[in-house]
């Protein structure tokens, strides 16, 4: 393959994706060392980890609409540098309710990055399913380094040191962002931007019957992961019994199946067809997370890992299918409001997870997700069965 620009603009967005992933997902593997030092519940933390993940969610829409008016480069680098300041404030929370409020912050910068970078790309590449998917391999390449590096951390030094680690990486990935990446024209420069957040055309995209559909798919297949994201290391040391270092070390193992599955769905996505994609994603995600629960030793977790390694990278087959939809002028406030509408809603499973475990125990909250994913799999099945077009 001969290098083109067009490829470095996917490895360095693919690196800042990196960087607004690493910093949320080196909160996980602390959580325990965290609920000990502010003797907080599994709620309150999965309380302010679904407040970050809304905030992430949340930004997404506002993050196409300064995309259209002022291009995608600058939206970008505020992501990526907005980033590392907030791992650093995060650190220095002097309490839960601070926590909190640092996490949703946090959240709300990242989330700039994700819309704004698949609209870039959608500018360039045909294979969209492709690219999307070595961009969204940022995040799984994240989960291999972030767990492992934030529990040695976390273990030797504390919480605080290990969730601003994402500073390391984020300050030198926005330097080489800035340096290497062109300005992009804007879609609509002069367009006022209050226009874009007129109510009446946001429902009647959001009401399409094929938005529709996609939306609840990704709702439900978004809430799962962000309960397994968010709570997988702490399932595995108070369920299955692991140390923090083994439990990050499994969590990186987890995020290197998805590294590879989110390329491969993107691709077979291109090639067979998105619902195909989707639906063998999520079916193997809900065997695998049910796995955890209910194959014991260390072959559940593998094939726990394994199946729902696969299953939560299920983005990048669902984010071309939105795209498909989408006109061309539609992308940029569009995707990001589709973007927004199922990430929001999907911020409720790290809280939904952990209201479960306090309640019924891991073993149940594990269970649940694992049927949320077979019932997003058999709306899939439906609509091919009945052929309802959707």
């Known amino acids: 393959m001969n290098w083109r620009y067009r490829h470095t603009v996917l490895t360095l967005c693919m690196l800042a994706f990196f960087v607004t992933y690493f910093a949320r997902l080196a909160i996980s593997p602390v959580v325990p060392l965290i609920v000990e030092d502010f003797a907080a519940s599994n709620t309150a933390i999965g309380l302010a980890l679904s407040g970050m993940w809304f905030a992430y969610g949340f930004s997404q829409f506002p993050s196409g609409v300064l ?73 799984p390449l994240a989960g291999l380094t972030a767990p492992i590096a934030a529990a040695w951390v976390g273990t030797r030094y504390g919480w605080r040191p290990a969730v601003a680690l994402a500073a390391v990486v984020g300050v030198p990935s926005a330097a080489v962002f800035y340096w290497r990446v062109r300005p992009t024209e804007p879609r609509r420069p002069d367009q006022p931007m209050r226009e874009r957040v007129r109510l009446e055309p946001l429902f009647e995209l959001l009401s399409r019957p094929s938005i529709l559909f996609s939306l609840a798919l990704a709702m439900t297949g978004t809430y799962v992961a962000q309960g397994i994201l968010s709570f997988l290391p702490t399932f595995l040391v108070s369920f299955r019994g692991y140390s923090t270092a083994a439990a990050g070390t499994a969590f990186s193992a987890f995020f290197l199946v998805r590294a590879g599955a989110q390329i491969g769905i993107g691709r077979v996505s291109d090639d067979v067809g998105r619902d195909v994609a989707i639906g063998g994603a999520l079916l193997a995600g809900g065997i695998g997370t049910s796995a955890f629960v209910l194959v014991p030793g260390l072959f559940g977790v593998a094939v726990g890992i394994v199946l729902a390694g696969v299953g939560t990278s299920f983005f990048s087959a669902m984010d071309p299918r939105f795209m498909d939809a989408l006109g061309d002028a539609e992308r940029g406030a569009g995707f990001g409001l589709v973007r927004t509408a199922y990430t929001v809603v999907g911020s409720a499973g790290s809280l939904g997870a952990g209201v479960i475990a306090d309640t019924f125990g891991w073993g149940v909250s594990f269970l649940v997700l694992g049927g949320l994913f077979t019932l997003a799999v058999s709306a899939i099945a439906v609509n091919e069965l009945f052929g309802l077009g959707y």
């Open 67 to 139: 995309a259209d008016r002022f291009g995608e480069r600058p939206v970008i680098l505020a992501a990526v540098s907005g980033t590392a300041v907030m791992s650093v404030v995060l650190a220095f929370a002097p309490g839960l309710v601070a926590f909190g409020l640092a996490a949703i912050l946090l959240g709300l910068v990242a989330g700039l990055h994700y819309a704004v970078a698949t609209t870039l790309l959608s500018r360039t590449f045909e294979d969209l399913g492709t690219a999307i998917g070595i961009h969204s391999a940022g995040g």
